[in-house]
């Protein structure tokens, strides 16, 4: 095969026969609200911690969506529930407390 210096890109596909939604599920009995999030990223783009971290509200719901365990997890310690994410969804979701209840089921100490 001739070698362009270049390969296709993986396919980003999900099976979602395949997805463990479970804690998502188990986060949506803690917090009903989780269903109204439209991932439109406010949340992250407001926060103070996420300016010197990984940190990104959107991006963990979207994992714990797609069943994928991740890093962001581990950014869940930089939190400080300051609460702006709160102030800026559009959805009126509390976030702050949305955060704790995904530290509760990962649990992450906060
Ligand atoms: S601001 Fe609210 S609706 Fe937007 S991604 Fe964050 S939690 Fe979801
Ligand atoms: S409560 Fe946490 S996620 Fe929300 S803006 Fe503050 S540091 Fe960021």
């Known amino acids: 095969m001739i070698d362009f210096g270049y390969t296709l890109s993986k ?3 999900l099976k979602i026969e395949n997805l463990d939604d479970s804690r998502y599920k188990a986060l949506h009995k803690l917090e009903p609200d989780a269903y109204k999030c439209i991932g439109c ?3 992250t783009a407001s926060c103070s911690a996420g300016v010197f971290t990984e940190l990104s509200l959107r991006k963990i719901l979207l994992s714990m969506q797609r069943g ?3 890093d ?3 950014q869940l310690q930089s939190c400080m529930l300051c609460g702006k994410c709160m102030l800026v969804c559009p959805r009126g979701i509390n ?3 949305l955060i ?3 530290c509760k089921i990962y649990s992450v100490n906060k």
């Open 41 to 43: 990223g406010s949340c």
């Open 100 to 102: 704790l209840s995904i």
């Open 11 to 13: 396919s980003g596909t």
């Open 68 to 70: 994928e365990e991740n």
């Open 95 to 97: 976030t702050r407390h």
């Open 72 to 74: 962001y997890l581990k």
